[in-house]
């Protein structure tokens, strides 16, 4: 039984049949356990305990299960889970709160501990703009949004009429660096595409597996289910169509909201579009959801897991509505929101890959949380999966990670451990290179 109950899409795939581009599966005799806090590269940071949990479910071996191996610097607050996942050695972190803050004071905590961590991969779920980019593709639920930008999204003035979002070069947080940028470029190519998506799919197979065989060992509590919700869920309103109380249910406040600025009531809030008897005539209809299967356990042709790349909006504030939403993305140019990215991005080198959970309006619910939290762990853990050393980095080099790589940036040639006896740092010219032996 296929358990991935996944929609499938038509998708004109190259045929890389006979490509070199294999997935080397690691088994536990071939890891290695590290030998310090310094031999991590890789972080995963998480702000919610259900996509921490989703990741946890990919991790092929815990390196902490007999206790704190690694321990952390003085007044370091982070918690932190190592382990492998596929040939990379992570550091994860669960953030205490969600936010902007949150996320950079963990960050920051986490370079001083894990002073080798070149990237951060912030795993986990968002909302989506539903039609995004230039061609407004159809982003669904479940898909995954991976950044190749972050924008504040809600850092600017609030005029009386009209909000002036501050996007000058001082504010707005940098571009990738060159590591990021090469990530970026290579996993949207046909080839990287096809084979992320495929085995993101067989990830998230191997999670559904795992949670299922985890819940039939436990004896009492609450089962996660990593299921694909159907697509009969998957319910795209128009975006000036409002989550509330239906004309005639007795709702003083909700029968008075007529516009945008008008307020539902707090109870409708937490109702879910079944209970308030939302307008079914009033959904977006999308043929490839249409003729996808509902049934979750069915057998599916799955294509694995569709992801998205694009500019991520980051803020402090939940966006519920479809007008902001659409008008958000209109002006910075995102295709996705989340809370942590900007936070992360101003510390760490740093990848957001989210799953789409809802689509940012009125009628979001948590339907379709841990589904979109397992297709996020997936697509991290194929995106990691890459032929080639991961991160994509020369042996024995490293960029700074807190300057741009542009034409003015320095990188750093370790010759040993930094800060360890006999570590000395070289630095080199604007090409990268070490100034001469002697
Ligand atoms: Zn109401
Ligand atoms: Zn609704």
């Given at each position: 039984?296929?358990?991935?109950?996944?929609?499938?899409?038509?998708?004109?795939?190259?045929?890389?049949?006979?490509?070199?581009?294999?997935?080397?599966?690691?088994?536990?005799?071939?890891?290695?356990?590290?030998?310090?806090?310094?031999?991590?590269?890789?972080?995963?940071?998480?702000?919610?305990?259900?996509?921490?949990?989703?990741?946890?479910?990919?991790?092929?071996?815990?390196?902490?299960?007999?206790?704190?191996?690694?321990?952390?610097?003085?007044?370091?607050?982070?918690?932190?889970?190592?382990?492998?996942?596929?040939?990379?050695?992570?550091?994860?972190?669960?953030?205490?709160?969600?936010?902007?803050?949150?996320?950079?004071?963990?960050?920051a905590?986490?370079?001083?501990?894990?002073?080798?961590?070149?990237?951060?991969?912030?795993?986990g779920?968002?909302?989506?703009?539903?039609?995004?980019g230039?061609?407004?593709?159809?982003?669904?639920?479940?898909?995954?949004?991976?950044?190749?930008?972050?924008?504040?999204?809600?850092?600017?003035?609030?005029?009386?009429?009209?909000?002036?979002?501050?996007?000058?070069?001082?504010?707005?947080?940098?571009?990738?660096?060159?590591?990021?940028?090469?990530?970026?470029?290579?996993?949207?190519?046909?080839?990287?595409?096809?084979?992320?998506?495929?085995?993101?799919?067989?990830?998230?197979?191997?999670?559904?597996?795992?949670?299922?065989?985890?819940?039939?060992?436990?004896?009492?509590?609450?089962?996660?289910s990593?299921?694909?919700?159907?697509?009969?869920?998957?319910?795209?309103?128009?975006?000036?169509?409002?989550?509330?109380?239906?004309?005639?249910?007795?709702?003083?406040?909700?029968?008075d909201?007529?516009?945008?600025?008008?307020?539902?009531?707090?109870?409708?809030?937490t109702?879910?579009?079944?209970?308030?008897?939302?307008?079914?005539?009033?959904?977006?209809?999308?043929?490839?959801?249409?003729?996808?299967?509902?049934?979750?356990?069915?057998?599916?042709?799955?294509?694995?897991?569709?992801?998205f790349?694009?500019?991520?909006?980051?803020?402090?504030?939940?966006?519920?509505?479809?007008?902001?939403?659409?008008?958000?993305?209109?002006?910075?140019?995102?295709?996705?929101?989340?809370?942590?990215?900007?936070?992360?991005?101003?510390?760490?080198?740093?990848?957001v890959?989210?799953?789409?959970?809802?689509?940012?309006?009125?009628?979001?619910?948590?339907?379709?949380?841990?589904?979109?939290?397992?297709?996020?762990?997936?697509?991290?853990?194929?995106?990691?999966?890459?032929?080639?050393?991961?991160?994509?980095?020369?042996?024995?080099w490293?960029?700074?990670?807190?300057?741009?790589?542009?034409?003015?940036?320095?990188?750093?040639?370790?010759?040993?451990?930094?800060?360890?006896?006999?570590?000395?740092?070289?630095?080199?010219?604007?090409?990268?290179?070490?100034?001469?032996?002697?």
């Amino acid at each position: 039984m296929n358990i991935i109950g996944r929609i499938t899409r038509k998708v004109d795939r190259p045929d890389t049949a006979a490509s070199s581009f294999t997935r080397q599966p690691m088994d536990a005799s071939s890891s290695q356990r590290p030998n310090g806090r310094s031999d991590f590269e890789v972080a995963i940071i998480c702000a919610l305990r259900l996509e921490f949990d989703a990741v946890c479910l990919l991790i092929d071996e815990l390196w902490d299960e007999d206790g704190d191996q690694y321990g952390k610097v003085e007044g370091d607050p982070n918690i932190y889970t190592t382990g492998r996942m596929g040939k990379c050695n992570v550091v994860l972190v669960l953030l205490p709160n969600m936010g902007k803050a949150s996320a950079a004071s963990a960050a920051a905590s986490l370079r001083s501990s894990y002073p080798r961590v070149s990237l951060a991969l912030l795993v986990g779920i968002c909302g989506a703009v539903p039609f995004a980019g230039p061609e407004r593709d159809p982003i669904v639920l479940g898909d995954v949004i991976i950044s190749n930008l972050v924008v504040q999204y809600d850092l600017g003035r609030a005029l009386p009429d009209r909000f002036v979002r501050k996007d000058t070069a001082h504010d707005s947080l940098g571009r990738p660096n060159k590591i990021i940028r090469n990530i970026l470029v290579k996993l949207d190519t046909d080839i990287d595409r096809e084979h992320i998506e495929k085995w993101a799919g067989d990830f998230l197979k191997a999670l559904q597996t795992k949670s299922e065989e985890k819940a039939k060992r436990k004896r009492r509590g609450k089962h996660t289910s990593y299921k694909y919700p159907g697509s009969a869920n998957d319910l795209l309103f128009h975006a000036c169509y409002r989550h509330k109380h239906a004309p005639g249910s007795g709702c003083r406040t909700c029968e008075d909201c007529h516009g945008n600025a008008d307020p539902a009531c707090d109870e409708s809030l937490t109702l879910s579009c079944k209970e308030l008897e939302c307008d079914t005539s009033c959904v977006i209809r999308r043929e490839h959801l249409e003729s996808a299967s509902n049934d979750p356990n069915a057998d599916s042709d799955s294509e694995g897991v569709f992801f998205f790349i694009g500019a991520i909006g980051s803020g402090d504030s939940v966006i519920r509505s479809g007008e902001h939403r659409d008008q958000i993305a209109k002006q910075a140019g995102v295709i996705a929101f989340e809370m942590e990215g900007a936070g992360v991005w101003d510390e760490v080198p740093c990848i957001v890959i989210k799953g789409v959970c809802d689509y940012a309006d009125s009628h979001k619910n948590k339907g379709w949380q841990n589904y979109a939290a397992a297709t996020a762990a997936s697509v991290a853990k194929a995106v990691m999966e890459r032929p080639g050393r991961w991160p994509d980095q020369s042996a024995g080099w490293r960029s700074n990670p807190h300057t741009s790589d542009g034409a003015n940036s320095i990188r750093i040639f370790w010759t040993a451990e930094p800060g360890s006896p006999g570590g000395a740092e070289l630095r080199t010219d604007q090409r990268g290179i070490p100034p001469a032996a002697g």
